[in-house]
C-alpha cells in the first residue's frame, strides 16, 4: 500500500516556497555546490543551443570522408533557426544570471550584516544584462556570430569562476538579520537546525566514521530502501540511506546479471537466455525507479521540503536548489520556537 499523504504534502510546498524568499544566509559548502552546478547547467544548455545553430548534435557517416579518408563527421538533422536561437540564449542566460546573483548575495549575507551582498546582486544583474545587450546589438536575426557567441560563453565563465572565490570568505559566526549562525534556518515562527555535514574532530567520531558515511549499514540501507519502504512516501530518509542503497543495488545486479545469463544459456538457449535477461533487466529497472522515488521523497523530508519538489528536479536551475537539498543537505536536527530579536 502505498504511503502517502496528498495534503500534508502540499501544505508544506506552500510553506518551502515562502521560505524561498527569506534572505536567508548560504554557508561555504552550499555555495560551491550551488555554483557549480549553475555553471555546468549554464554551459550545458548552452552547449545544445550553439550545437543546434551549427547543425552538429550528431554524428553520421559523410559519404566523401567515409571513401577518402574512412572517418566520420559531424553533421545533423537537429537544428534550430536563428530567431529561437537567439530567444532561448536570453532566456537561458538570464535565469543564470539571477540564480547567480542571488547565491553571491546570500553568501555576502552570510559574512556581513550589512547590505553588501545586496549591492552585489544589483552589480551581477546589470553587468549581465548590458553584457548581453552586448552580443544581441552585434547580432543578426538571420546571421548568428558565432565568433561574438563564443567570446560571450568565455566572459561568463570568468565571471563564475571568479564569483567562487567567495567560497574563501569566512562565515560571521554572529546572528544578523540576513539569516541564523551555524546552519540554522527560519521557517516562520521556528528555527530549524540542522545536523553538521562533517562530523567534529574527536577520538569517538574518528572511531564512528564507518557508522558516519553508514557503510557499516549499507546491507539495512538496501532493505529498507528496496524493500521495507519502497512504497512510503511519508517518513524520512538519511543520506546515507540514498547513497548505499543505490550502491548496495547496483553491486547486487551487476553480480546477478552474468550469472542469471549464464543460468539460462547452458539450461535453455541463447534466444531464451537474452529474452530472458531483457525481461530481468526491466523489472530491476523498475524496482530501481519506484525505489528512487519514494526515497528521494523521504530524503526530502528529511530537509524540511515537500515530497513536490522531486518535479523539480527536471526544471532547468530549479533542479539546482532541489538536488542539492537532496544529496548534500544534512538531516534536520531539531525545530524550536523563534525567540531571537533582530
Keep these: 500500500m502505498i504511503n502517502f499523504n496528498f495534503l500534508d504534502e502540499w501544505l508544506l510546498l506552500k510553506s518551502n516556497v515562502k521560505n524561498l524568499f527569506l534572505n536567508q544566509r548560504l554557508t561555504r559548502f552550499p555555495y560551491l555546490i550551488g555554483v557549480l552546478f549553475l555553471l555546468l547547467e549554464v554551459y550545458i544548455g548552452n552547449l545544445i543551443n550553439l550545437l543546434g545553430i551549427v547543425d552538429s548534435l550528431k554524428l553520421t557517416p559523410n559519404d566523401t570522408f567515409s571513401n577518402y579518408f574512412g572517418r566520420i563527421v559531424l553533421t545533423s538533422d537537429y537544428y534550430i533557426d536563428e530567431p529561437i536561437f537567439f530567444i532561448m540564449t536570453i532566456v537561458i542566460n538570464l535565469l543564470g544570471a539571477f540564480t547567480l546573483s542571488e547565491l553571491g548575495k546570500r553568501r555576502l549575507n552570510d559574512y556581513s550584516g550589512s547590505a553588501l551582498g545586496r549591492c552585489l546582486q544589483y552589480i551581477i544583474l546589470i553587468f549581465n544584462i548590458l553584457l548581453l545587450g552586448f552580443w544581441g546589438y552585434n547580432q543578426n536575426l538571420t546571421d548568428i556570430d558565432l565568433r561574438v557567441t563564443v567570446d560571450f560563453y568565455i566572459y561568463l565563465f570568468y565571471e563564475y569562476i571568479v564569483l567562487l572565490l567567495l567560497i574563501f ?44 558515511i553508514g557503510l557499516s549499514h549499507s546491507i539495512d540501507s538496501f532493505r529498507t530502501m528496496f524493500i521495507n519502504k519502497l512504497f512510503d512516501y511519508r517518513t524520512r530518509a538519511k543520506r546515507q540511506e540514498l547513497y548505499w542503497g543505490v550502491f548496495m543495488f547496483q553491486i547486487i545486479t551487476y553480480a546477478l546479471n552474468p550469472i542469471l545469463f549464464y543460468f539460462y544459456e547452458n539450461i535453455f538457449n541463447i534466444d ?28 526530502l523530508h528529511d530537509t524540511g521540503l515537500s515530497g513536490y519538489w522531486l518535479v523539480a528536479l527536471f526544471i532547468p536551475f530549479i533542479n539546482i536548489y532541489t538536488l542539492y537539498m537532496t544529496v548534500f543537505k544534512p538531516s534536520i536536527k531539531g525545530i524550536e520556537l523563534n525567540s531571537i530579536n533582530e
Design 272 to 299: 531464451t537466455a537474452i529474452v530472458a535477461s531483457l525481461v530481468i533487466y526491466w523489472f530491476f529497472w523498475i524496482w530501481y525507479m519506484l525505489a528512487n522515488i519514494s526515497c528521494t521523497v523521504r530524503r
Design 169 to 212: 570568505v569566512p562565515s560571521n559566526k554572529e546572528s544578523n538579520r540576513y539569516g541564523l549562525p551555524n546552519g540554522k534556518q527560519k521557517s516562520g515562527e521556528y528555527i530549524i537546525s540542522y545536523k553538521p555535514i562533517y562530523s567534529s574532530s574527536g577520538d569517538k567520531k574518528r572511531e564512528d566514521i564507518w557508522d558516519t
